[in-house]
């Protein structure tokens, strides 16, 4: 028979996957059982399990860093650590501190040094460094300072990584600007700024630095980030056309670019200083202002046009585009956030509803009129007393720098700064008392409307964290 012949093929039916019994658990059941696919990935890998779960985990790290790590923790973690007095710190740094202060800051960086290979390079937890390897570090750390060291490591880890991807980002924006025409009226990403990156060793300074690219080049980083997608598509890729759209698309339209995008940058340019200059004679005089020859409300009828229909609204908008570039100069903040927090008080009251509950059992009854007290004598949690019994109600708080005396006898720290004339001309004629008056009105728009409130919420945040780290203690 033909059929005797012909070979059957059988279809091969796919193998149904079976489910496990980790199929019918809840994802929610698995991770309290510590059964998830991430539990697994940890107990495979050869490490402590605190070290994987920190938010940078902790990395081998080389003779050269560890030594910039150990000075940079010592001066931070140790030596300068808050806003209020260091009484209460347990590292033995400050126990012997009047005892042999020279020999301690000598051999703390070191010891801190050893502290840091046991936890980077050999993954030693801290409980084993303090009873096993503690001949290493006892002189200077015992074990609660360890924890200090871990923690501050995980710090400068994180510090590194954001330094690294701004300086990447500061590299993709100038390849940006050379190579597309559209940017060329941008200013030009300057090795100078790559500089104040490099010289970062704070947070706080990372973010001065941060908000400075994010004025300059925020609203071009989408158009940059398209920019680069075009690039590396083919000229018939139907996703190019879409990248194109949305690289011509308008972005932010603040009052800083609304002024920008209307030329006042350019009256902005007449007050005589870049704000880099203005930065850098805070330190000593070293660039004369350049002063515009017209008056100030002249100058301003050349860049009159339909948003800034008078040299008034001009002026007004280049004053706050001269003090939002002040604002965001790194040295400036610098500068004048140390200030701010060597003249910080704290202020206390009860409302009506803390009048009606807080009696002379309650614990904030000692503490319910406060005036003008100098944060640095805040002790212990205090500070996050207040702040509860503000979030209840209770109290009204307020953070300052300037006491109802300073502002009476005009001692603020505004006015101590303009007594010092950053931005006065020293000369004799009626234009330049017009612009001397304009510049000094440029840097009272800088320091209250834009630096005061920042100082106040970094200074906020910073005393709350250390009075939940004494609680913690």
């Known amino acids: 028979m033909e059929g005797r012949d012909i070979s059957h093929s059988r279809k091969i039916k796919p193998k149904e996957k079976r489910a496990t019994l980790m199929d019918t658990i809840e994802p929610a059941e698995?991770?309290?059982?510590?059964?998830?696919?991430?539990?697994k990935r940890i107990q495979l890998d050869d490490r402590p399990e605190r070290f994987q779960l920190r938010r940078v985990p902790v990395s081998e790290a080389d003779e050269h860093e560890l030594e910039?790590?150990?000075?940079?923790?010592?001066q931070y973690a140790f030596d300068n650590a808050t806003l209020k007095k260091a009484v209460s710190l347990c590292c033995q740094i400050r126990i012997f501190v009047l005892m042999n202060e020279r020999k301690i800051a000598a051999e703390a960086p070191d010891k801190i040094k050893e502290a840091l290979k046991f936890i980077r390079n050999q993954l030693f937890e801290v409980p084993f460094i303090a009873f096993y390897r503690k001949e290493y570090v006892e002189s200077c750390l015992v074990i609660n300072d360890l924890w200090k060291v871990y923690q501050w490591d995980e710090k400068w880890c994180h510090l590194q990584q954001r330094k690294k991807r701004l300086l990447e980002l500061m590299k993709r924006m100038?390849?940006?600007?050379?190579?597309?025409?559209?940017?060329?009226?941008?200013?030009?990403?300057?090795?100078?700024?790559?500089?104040?990156?490099?010289?970062?060793?704070?947070v706080e300074g990372l973010m001065d630095v941060s908000t400075k690219f994010q004025l300059y080049y925020g609203p071009e980083v989408p158009k940059m980030i398209d920019w680069e997608k075009i690039q590396n598509l083919s000229e018939d890729d139907p996703e190019r056309e879409a990248a194109e759209m949305r690289f011509r698309a308008a972005t932010r339209t603040d009052k800083y670019m609304l002024c920008i995008q209307n030329g006042l940058s350019g009256m902005a340019s007449r007050f005589g200083l870049t704000p880099l200059q203005f930065a850098e004679n805070l330190d000593w005089k070293r660039h004369d202002i350049v002063q515009d020859d017209e008056e100030p409300l002249k100058a301003a009828e050349q860049y009159v046009c339909q948003s800034f229909p008078t040299s008034e609204a001009v002026l007004t908008g280049a004053i706050h585009v001269v003090a939002k570039q002040l604002s965001r100069e790194p040295k400036v903040r610098e500068l004048l956030r140390l200030?701010?927090?060597?003249?910080l008080k704290i202020s206390v009251c009860p409302t009506k509803?803390?009048?009606?509950?807080?009696?002379?059992?309650?614990?904030?009854?000692?503490?319910?009129?406060?005036?003008?007290?100098?944060?640095?004598?805040?002790?212990?949690?205090?500070?996050?007393?207040?702040?509860?019994?503000?979030a209840s109600g209770l109290l009204n708080l307020k953070l300052h720098c300037d006491t109802e005396e300073d502002i009476r006898f005009e001692k603020t720290m505004l006015q101590e700064f303009l007594s010092e004339q950053p931005y006065h001309r020293d000369e004799y004629s009626r234009v330049v008392d017009m612009w001397n008056k304009i510049r000094e009105e440029a840097v009272?728009?800088?320091?209250?409307n834009f630096l005061l409130p920042v100082f106040e919420r970094e200074a906020h945040e910073r005393l709350l964290q250390e009075a939940k780290d004494y609680v913690i203690k």
Request: hydrophobic share 35%.
């Open 30 to 39: 698995l991770e309290e059982k510590l059964l998830a696919p991430m539990d």
């Open 68 to 74: 910039f790590e150990a000075k940079w923790i010592y």
């Open 174 to 202: 100038l390849n940006y600007q050379m190579e597309n025409d559209n940017a060329a009226g941008m200013r030009i990403v300057t090795e100078q700024d790559m500089n104040e990156v490099h010289g970062v060793q704070t």
């Open 339 to 343: 200030r701010y927090r060597l003249r």
């Open 353 to 390: 509803k803390g009048r009606e509950e807080i009696d002379e059992n309650h614990k904030l009854w000692p503490r319910r009129y406060v005036r003008d007290k100098p944060v640095a004598n805040l002790r212990h949690d205090e500070y996050l007393w207040y702040v509860q019994a503000h």
């Open 444 to 448: 009272t728009v800088c320091v209250n």
